[in-house]
Protein backbone atom coordinates (compact mmCIF):
# COMPACT_ATOMS: atom_id res chain seq x y z
CA UNK A 1 0.00 0.00 0.00
CA UNK A 2 1.34 3.56 -0.53
CA UNK A 3 0.81 6.21 1.84
CA UNK A 4 -1.22 9.32 0.57
CA UNK A 5 1.09 12.51 0.37
CA UNK A 6 0.09 14.59 2.88
CA UNK A 7 -1.51 17.58 1.31
CA UNK A 8 1.13 21.38 1.30
CA UNK A 9 -0.37 23.80 3.22
CA UNK A 10 -1.49 25.68 -0.15
CA UNK A 11 -3.52 22.79 -0.93
CA UNK A 12 -5.48 23.35 2.27
CA UNK A 13 -5.69 26.88 1.95
CA UNK A 14 -7.46 26.69 -1.21
CA UNK A 15 -9.89 24.87 0.48
CA UNK A 16 -10.24 27.18 3.52
CA UNK A 17 -13.44 28.91 2.49
CA UNK A 18 -15.83 25.49 1.98
CA UNK A 19 -14.13 23.91 5.71
CA UNK A 20 -14.82 26.44 7.33
CA UNK A 21 -18.09 27.08 6.44
CA UNK A 22 -19.07 23.44 6.43
CA UNK A 23 -17.88 22.45 9.75
CA UNK A 24 -19.76 24.62 12.52
CA UNK A 25 -23.42 23.95 12.23
CA UNK A 26 -24.72 27.74 12.41
CA UNK A 27 -28.07 29.10 11.87
CA UNK A 28 -27.92 32.76 12.17
CA UNK A 29 -25.63 33.01 9.21
CA UNK A 30 -26.68 37.02 8.88
CA UNK A 31 -24.67 37.07 11.88
CA UNK A 32 -21.11 36.78 10.27
CA UNK A 33 -19.42 40.30 9.69
CA UNK A 34 -17.97 41.95 6.41
CA UNK A 35 -14.99 43.98 5.86
CA UNK A 36 -15.55 47.33 4.79
CA UNK A 37 -15.25 47.47 0.47
CA UNK A 38 -12.41 50.20 1.49
CA UNK A 39 -9.47 48.12 2.32
CA UNK A 40 -7.09 46.39 -0.08
CA UNK A 41 -6.80 42.66 -0.10
CA UNK A 42 -5.65 40.06 -2.31
CA UNK A 43 -6.08 37.22 -0.54
CA UNK A 44 -9.30 35.74 1.20
CA UNK A 45 -7.97 33.98 4.14
CA UNK A 46 -9.51 36.45 6.64
CA UNK A 47 -12.65 34.14 5.82
CA UNK A 48 -11.59 32.32 8.67
CA UNK A 49 -11.69 34.30 11.39
CA UNK A 50 -14.91 36.00 10.28
CA UNK A 51 -16.71 32.52 10.31
CA UNK A 52 -14.99 32.07 13.79
CA UNK A 53 -16.52 35.29 14.95
CA UNK A 54 -19.81 34.60 14.02
CA UNK A 55 -19.49 30.80 15.66
CA UNK A 56 -18.85 32.52 19.52
CA UNK A 57 -21.66 35.31 19.22
CA UNK A 58 -23.70 32.62 17.91
CA UNK A 59 -22.96 28.98 19.25
CA UNK A 60 -24.24 28.47 22.56
CA UNK A 61 -21.61 25.96 23.20
CA UNK A 62 -19.10 29.01 22.73
CA UNK A 63 -20.93 31.37 24.95
CA UNK A 64 -18.06 31.94 27.23
CA UNK A 65 -15.84 32.79 23.85
CA UNK A 66 -17.91 35.81 22.84
CA UNK A 67 -16.26 39.04 22.72
CA UNK A 68 -18.32 42.51 23.77
CA UNK A 69 -17.16 44.99 21.08
CA UNK A 70 -17.30 47.57 23.77
CA UNK A 71 -15.25 45.66 26.49
CA UNK A 72 -11.86 47.17 27.30
CA UNK A 73 -8.44 44.51 25.78
CA UNK A 74 -5.95 44.74 25.16
CA UNK A 75 -5.39 42.18 21.71
CA UNK A 76 -2.06 41.11 20.50
CA UNK A 77 -1.90 39.56 16.51
CA UNK A 78 1.08 37.81 15.65
CA UNK A 79 1.17 37.69 11.37
CA UNK A 80 -0.53 40.77 9.53
CA UNK A 81 0.22 40.33 6.20
CA UNK A 82 -2.02 42.77 4.01
CA UNK A 83 -4.09 43.91 7.47
CA UNK A 84 -6.97 42.35 6.93
CA UNK A 85 -7.15 40.77 10.42
CA UNK A 86 -5.64 43.94 11.82
CA UNK A 87 -8.30 45.88 10.28
CA UNK A 88 -11.25 43.18 11.71
CA UNK A 89 -10.16 44.09 15.07
CA UNK A 90 -10.05 47.38 14.70
CA UNK A 91 -13.37 48.01 13.10
CA UNK A 92 -15.29 45.81 15.87
CA UNK A 93 -12.91 45.25 18.91
CA UNK A 94 -11.75 48.30 19.72
CA UNK A 95 -14.56 50.41 20.16
CA UNK A 96 -13.53 50.73 24.25
CA UNK A 97 -11.47 54.16 24.60
CA UNK A 98 -8.25 52.33 25.92
CA UNK A 99 -8.92 49.37 24.27
CA UNK A 100 -5.60 48.82 22.15
CA UNK A 101 -3.86 46.28 19.21
CA UNK A 102 -0.46 45.34 18.64
CA UNK A 103 0.35 44.12 15.45
CA UNK A 104 3.24 42.37 14.91
CA UNK A 105 4.90 41.36 11.24
CA UNK A 106 8.23 41.11 9.95
CA UNK A 107 6.67 41.85 6.60
CA UNK A 108 8.46 39.24 4.19
CA UNK A 109 6.07 36.72 4.17
CA UNK A 110 6.75 32.43 4.88
CA UNK A 111 8.07 29.41 3.38
CA UNK A 112 5.06 29.11 1.17
CA UNK A 113 4.70 32.57 0.09
CA UNK A 114 8.10 32.00 -1.72
CA UNK A 115 7.61 28.80 -2.96
CA UNK A 116 4.81 29.81 -5.39
CA UNK A 117 5.72 33.62 -6.06
CA UNK A 118 3.46 33.77 -8.90
CA UNK A 119 0.42 33.38 -6.81
CA UNK A 120 0.84 35.92 -4.54
CA UNK A 121 2.46 38.76 -6.64
CA UNK A 122 0.72 41.11 -3.55
CA UNK A 123 4.16 39.80 -1.86
CA UNK A 124 6.60 42.78 -2.38
CA UNK A 125 4.26 45.05 -1.47
CA UNK A 126 2.50 43.56 2.18
CA UNK A 127 3.64 46.39 4.30
CA UNK A 128 2.56 49.17 2.20
CA UNK A 129 -0.64 47.54 1.28
CA UNK A 130 -1.13 47.17 5.38
CA UNK A 131 0.25 50.10 6.75
CA UNK A 132 -2.35 51.39 4.20
CA UNK A 133 -5.47 49.18 5.32
CA UNK A 134 -4.81 50.02 9.28
CA UNK A 135 -4.51 53.81 8.14
CA UNK A 136 -8.25 52.95 7.08
CA UNK A 137 -9.26 51.53 9.49
CA UNK A 138 -12.03 53.14 12.56
CA UNK A 139 -9.42 52.77 15.29
CA UNK A 140 -6.26 53.17 14.08
CA UNK A 141 -4.85 55.25 16.36
CA UNK A 142 -5.15 53.04 19.12
CA UNK A 143 -2.60 49.89 16.88
CA UNK A 144 0.61 49.68 17.51
CA UNK A 145 2.72 47.98 14.45
CA UNK A 146 5.62 46.02 14.94
CA UNK A 147 7.98 45.07 12.34
CA UNK A 148 9.60 41.93 13.21
CA UNK A 149 9.63 38.42 13.94
CA UNK A 150 7.21 37.39 16.62
CA UNK A 151 10.15 35.76 18.89
CA UNK A 152 12.17 38.71 18.44
CA UNK A 153 10.01 41.39 19.70
CA UNK A 154 8.99 39.30 22.84
CA UNK A 155 11.48 40.47 25.18
CA UNK A 156 11.04 44.27 24.38
CA UNK A 157 7.21 43.61 24.89
CA UNK A 158 8.24 41.63 27.80
CA UNK A 159 9.97 44.53 29.53
CA UNK A 160 7.61 46.68 28.58
CA UNK A 161 4.41 44.91 29.80
CA UNK A 162 6.24 42.44 32.87
CA UNK A 163 5.77 39.34 33.00
CA UNK A 164 2.15 38.84 34.37
CA UNK A 165 -0.38 38.26 32.02
CA UNK A 166 -1.25 41.33 30.42
CA UNK A 167 -2.91 40.12 26.92
CA UNK A 168 -6.81 39.61 26.89
CA UNK A 169 -7.02 38.55 23.28
CA UNK A 170 -3.96 36.92 21.21
CA UNK A 171 -3.86 35.63 17.41
CA UNK A 172 -1.70 33.46 15.95
CA UNK A 173 -1.25 33.61 12.22
CA UNK A 174 2.56 33.52 11.78
CA UNK A 175 4.57 31.48 10.32
CA UNK A 176 3.21 27.71 9.69
CA UNK A 177 6.00 25.11 10.03
CA UNK A 178 5.84 23.33 13.55
CA UNK A 179 8.76 25.13 15.48
CA UNK A 180 7.50 28.76 14.69
CA UNK A 181 3.84 27.52 15.66
CA UNK A 182 5.52 26.30 19.08
CA UNK A 183 7.50 29.11 19.64
CA UNK A 184 5.27 31.66 19.18
CA UNK A 185 2.22 29.85 21.29
CA UNK A 186 5.21 28.93 24.30
CA UNK A 187 5.88 32.62 24.45
CA UNK A 188 2.98 34.48 24.28
CA UNK A 189 -0.08 32.30 25.49
CA UNK A 190 1.58 32.56 29.48
CA UNK A 191 1.05 36.29 28.91
CA UNK A 192 -3.14 35.86 28.41
CA UNK A 193 -4.54 36.76 31.03
CA UNK A 194 -7.38 34.12 33.13
CA UNK A 195 -10.55 34.39 31.30
CA UNK A 196 -9.04 35.66 27.96
CA UNK A 197 -9.16 34.35 24.45
CA UNK A 198 -6.25 32.63 22.15
CA UNK A 199 -7.27 32.35 18.68
CA UNK A 200 -5.03 30.08 16.85
CA UNK A 201 -5.43 30.40 12.69
CA UNK A 202 -4.87 27.92 10.56
CA UNK A 203 -5.01 24.87 13.08
CA UNK A 204 -6.88 22.75 10.41
CA UNK A 205 -3.79 21.83 8.64
CA UNK A 206 -1.74 19.58 10.34
CA UNK A 207 1.98 21.20 11.14
CA UNK A 208 0.26 23.83 13.11
CA UNK A 209 -1.84 21.27 15.05
CA UNK A 210 1.51 20.07 15.77
CA UNK A 211 2.89 22.32 16.92
CA UNK A 212 -0.19 23.98 19.21
CA UNK A 213 -1.05 21.15 20.63
CA UNK A 214 1.86 20.34 22.19
CA UNK A 215 2.16 23.34 23.85
CA UNK A 216 -1.20 23.38 24.80
CA UNK A 217 -0.55 20.00 26.38
CA UNK A 218 2.29 21.15 28.20
CA UNK A 219 1.06 24.21 29.67
CA UNK A 220 -2.00 23.09 31.06
CA UNK A 221 -3.53 26.83 30.91
CA UNK A 222 -7.08 25.98 28.40
CA UNK A 223 -10.06 26.03 30.16
CA UNK A 224 -11.87 24.59 27.04
CA UNK A 225 -11.70 25.30 22.73
CA UNK A 226 -13.78 25.16 19.91
CA UNK A 227 -13.17 23.87 16.50
CA UNK A 228 -14.63 26.53 13.84
CA UNK A 229 -13.86 24.45 11.22
CA UNK A 230 -9.92 25.84 10.32
CA UNK A 231 -9.29 27.89 13.56
CA UNK A 232 -9.24 26.81 17.20
CA UNK A 233 -10.53 29.58 19.64
CA UNK A 234 -9.54 28.60 23.32
CA UNK A 235 -10.61 29.66 26.30
CA UNK A 236 -7.74 30.94 29.02
CA UNK A 237 -8.05 29.22 32.71
Not at 141 to 154: M, P, R, T
Not at 160 to 174: A, K, M, T
Not at 192 to 211: A, E, L
Request: aromatic letters at 10%.
Amino acid sequence: MVASAKPSFKELMSQMKEETQAAPVIAAQANKKKLNERYTLNQGWYDALLNTDMVLGSDSQAAGLKLDPEKQRQIVEIGVYEGASTVFWSDFYLNHPKSRLISIDPFTGSQEHHEDPDKYPELANIETTARGNIAKSDNAAKIEVIKGCSWDVFPELNRRFGSDPWIDVLYIDGAHDPISVARDTALYLPMVKSGGVCIFDDFGHPDVQQGVEGVLAATGVIGFAVFTGWQLACKIK
